[in-house]
T-cell receptor, first 115, second 109 residues
Framework: DTGVSQNPRHKITKRGQNVTFRCDPI?????LYWYRQTLGQGPEFLTY????????KSRLLSDRFSAERPKGSFSTLEIQRTEQGDSAMYLC?????????????FGSGTRLTVV | DQQVKQNSPSLSVQEGRISILNCDYT??????FLWYKKYPAEGPTFLIS?????DKNEDGRFTVFLNKSAKHLSLHIVPSQPGDSAVYFC????????FGGGTRLMVKP
């Protein structure tokens, strides 16, 4: 297992279109997190899963955003009716239990550009 | 409401000298603190952590100090190397991590 994998790496979409991103965590990790990072800012928490259960969602996650983690394996993040303000790097991370001493392992992210 | 703040957006240090990156937090419920390093076009990489029951943790050239009464933590890198040039994020949490805005460290040869 080489780490957390995110696809696609880059996505350019027109305003109003729907987009979906995929994250494959480290296989033995039961927790999966989605973060969003804009230029010059730190990652902002969006949501996290423990196995297949979505346990917490940020207020940043409007009703246009939905995340799933079927069967507790990979996860998808969908954004409907994209807006220019959705342009950001979307980061996925995973951990075994809480982050404790070793933090999360992050993927390389999906950069979304809404034109 | 920014619960974790890094007030210095950038820091420039000469190779071989000490780099000190600072971070302040407001939530006294945070029980774990971490530092991440990020290169362009990559996700953040875990560097070092400290739990709230400790005041210092070392790993090679990296040392993190925690001052709970001041709600302040710092990362010391000694000696600094050009390869340390990156953006550094501090993060704090209980159930999930809250990140600061980052400090860009530039180590000059």
């Amino acid at each position: 297992d080489t780490g957390v994998s995110q696809n696609p790496r880059h996505k350019i979409t027109k305003r109003g279109q729907n987009v979906t991103f995929r994250c494959d965590p480290i296989s033995e990790h039961n927790r999966l997190y989605w973060y969003r990072q804009t230029l010059g800012q730190g990652p902002e928490f969006l949501t996290y899963f423990q196995n297949e259960a979505q346990l917490e969602k940020s207020r940043l996650l409007s009703d246009r955003f939905s995340a799933e983690r079927p069967k507790g394996s990979f996860s998808t993040l969908e954004i409907q009716r994209t807006e220019q303000g959705d342009s950001a790097m979307y980061l996925c991370a995973s951990s075994l239990g809480t982050f404790s001493d070793y933090g999360y392992t992050f993927g390389s992210g999906t950069r979304l550009t809404v034109v | 409401d920014q619960q974790v703040k890094q007030n210095s957006p950038s820091l420039s240090v000469q190779e071989g000298r000490i780099s000190i990156l600072n971070c302040d937090y407001t939530n006294s419920m945070f029980d774990y603190f971490l530092w991440y390093k990020k290169y362009p076009a990559e996700g953040p990489t875990f560097l070092i952590s400290i739990s709230s029951i400790k005041d210092k943790n070392e790993d090679g050239r990296f040392t993190v100090f925690l001052n709970k009464s001041a709600k302040h933590l710092s990362l010391h890198i000694v000696p600094s190397q050009p390869g340390d040039s990156a953006v550094y994020f501090c993060a704090a949490g209980g159930n999930m991590l809250t990140f600061g805005g980052g400090t860009r460290l530039m180590v000059k040869p």
